[in-house]
Nanobody, 119 residues
Framework: QVQLQESGPGLVKPSQTLSLTCTVSGGSITSNYYYWSWIRQPPGKGLEWIGS???????YYSPSLKSRTSISRDTSKNQFTLQLSSVTPEDTAVYYCARLRVGAEYDYWGQGTQVTVSS
């Protein structure tokens, strides 16, 4: 059973960088045909894909967030990390990490972590 767990600060000040880590257990982030993704849901809105890192270490970002987003991984810890720079209150959301299999749907999700951007 694959499990994903988000971790990171729940409160970030405007203009700072939001940093979250997703720890994966029960499966390797280097396994073929899986993409490891960050998704968020602002209050009262739908899910928004932020970006993904592939089993090959390639990265893909939402065009609207690309200039502020970086996703990386630590294979020794089986973790992948989101960094979102220059945050504003509009970045306040529940942030999820999730696994996507090529040609399929998201099959495993973390429980989500609330991040609030406020001074």
């Amino acid at each position: 059973q694959v499990q994903l767990q988000e971790s990171g600060p729940g409160l970030v000040k405007p203009s700072q960088t939001l940093s979250l880590t997703c720890t994966v257990s029960g499966g390797s982030i280097t396994s073929n045909y899986y993409y490891w993704s960050w998704i968020r849901q602002p209050p009262g809105k739908g899910l928004e894909w932020i970006g993904s890192i592939a089993y090959s270490d390639s990265t893909y970002y939402s065009p609207s967030l690309k200039s502020r987003t970086s996703i990386s991984r630590d294979t020794s810890k089986n973790q992948f990390t989101l960094q979102l720079s220059s945050v504003t209150p509009e970045d306040t959301a529940v942030y999820y990490c999730a696994r996507l299999r090529v040609g399929a749907e998201y099959d495993y999700w973390g429980q989500g972590t609330q991040v609030t951007v406020s001074s």
